[in-house]
């Protein structure tokens, strides 16, 4: 059996409310080998990806850094990350999702997503806000222009807004995938908050058989 360190674990916050300012990367079809690349996945730790998202972005072949790139405009900060259609394709490397998290995003925005990069999102405690094509492409052009933009992310109502007063839209999400999220949890965290009805589920189960072999039938049966 292979046991997982408590330090393997990717840490995950709690996502109620969110506000902050963005970071608009306006390309599409940006692929899982541009989030991260291939050279960086020879580390058994899910730490440190930050490090090198966008690398062959944000330096130059010298080594140096890309100023015209927006990860090294001092002018863009914040959680979320608006980026153009089609994040998240190519290969369904789950780094790709650790990396962007370990950079210190928690929502990525786009109008569309590769469902495996999705997918792997959700699983690992960050949001991917599906709006439509005009709503993105006007987000963009405001956060571009005013890098001081702030929005509000409010996962219970499915509400992304523009502050103070500007647009806002709703998006879809899988009510399991939206709870666990909201309390911090992976597959394995739900299962054990949940151990109790599962135990009283497999008593009355066992119960259930029991009955039967003995010749009795509960009701329904």
């Given at each position: 059996m292979i046991k997982?360190?408590?330090?393997?674990k990717m840490p995950k916050k709690k996502f109620d409310i969110l506000e902050t300012t963005c970071v608009p990367l306006p390309l599409e079809n940006i692929d899982?080998?541009?989030?991260?690349?291939?050279?960086?996945?020879?580390?058994?730790?899910r730490e440190g990806f930050g490090e090198n998202l966008f690398r062959d972005w944000r330096y130059n072949d010298s080594g140096s850094t890309n100023e015209g790139f927006v990860l090294n405009d001092p002018r863009y900060k914040g959680e979320v990350l608006v980026a153009g259609r089609n994040f998240g394709c190519g290969s369904s490397r789950e780094h790709a999702v650790w990396a962007v998290s370990d950079y210190g995003f928690r929502?990525?925005?786009?109008?569309?997503?590769?469902?495996?990069?999705r997918n792997n999102a959700l699983n690992n405690g960050l949001l991917p806000v599906i709006v439509p094509e005009d709503f993105l492409n006007s987000l963009l052009r405001i956060v571009?222009?005013?890098p001081g933009t702030r929005v509000r992310i409010d996962l219970e109502k499915q509400l992304f807004s523009v502050l103070p007063d500007g647009e806002?839209?709703?998006?879809?999400?899988?009510p399991y995938r939206k709870e666990c999220i909201m309390k911090g949890l992976d597959d394995i965290d739900y299962l054990l908050s949940i151990k109790d009805v599962i135990k009283a589920y497999e008593l009355r189960n066992a119960l259930k058989y029991e009955n039967r072999d003995n010749g009795h039938h509960p009701e329904g049966w």
């Open positions: 997982i360190k408590q330090s393997d899982t080998d541009q989030i991260i690349p291939a050279r960086f996945l020879n580390t058994t730790s929502t990525v925005v786009s109008s569309f997503f590769a469902d495996i990069f571009t222009d005013d806002f839209v709703k998006f879809d999400i899988d």
